[in-house]
């Protein structure tokens, strides 16, 4: 009997380990430009990086058109090793994507001074990929057209995926919940004060109804290249 009840909690672990990362639903959120209305998806510009927090108002996230097709279906896996599937890109184009904008490494993300992650059309000196999002903190670099996969780098699993409900007759795009390994929880606790600081005290706030998307040359004072 005991080694039936010490065994339990390995067979859980391996349980949880093989399983797959289940999509995370949060607040219904339609993306809307600065001045309040809709965003379309035909109006977003290929290749910028745009920036919107959700699914809380401290936590960033990049949408991207990517002017191109992705990869319609891409198997990553987290951390933990628990699978989830990717389904490509959406909008008009079937380009549009979006991702958390912090780093799978050490948590590095955009903030209203500087922002030493983005999207990067061009191949640079740091690195040998074109149109990835690129961190500079120590060069971890993620395809966007293919769930976030790490390209290179030390991040070990992509970046969080957001969903997006596109609605074609509208034109219109939703964000709806988090696929992959979000890391919000670390997040918050990192940047605790900095967080508080940047965000009033509401960075823990829910976002839902609509949420506001900008360049982020509008919202970032300083764009590191690397
Ligand atoms: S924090 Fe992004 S690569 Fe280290």
New binding site residues.
Partial sequence: MAGAAAALPQLLSEALAQGDAEPRRYGRARLVGPDGAPLKSKAIPVGQNLIFHYPFAGTPCFLLDLGRPTRPRARLRTTAARAYEWHGGTGASGGVVAYSAI??????YPTREIS??SYRAEKTPGSRFARVIH??????QYDPADGGRVLA???PQPLAAILLDYDRAADELYAVGTLGGEMFADFFAKYALRLALEHGGRAHAAVEGACEVKPLGDYCRQQVKC
């Fill in positions: 780093c799978a490494h050490k948590l590095t030493f992650i961190c500079c903190s120590e060069h971890s780098g030390p991040a």
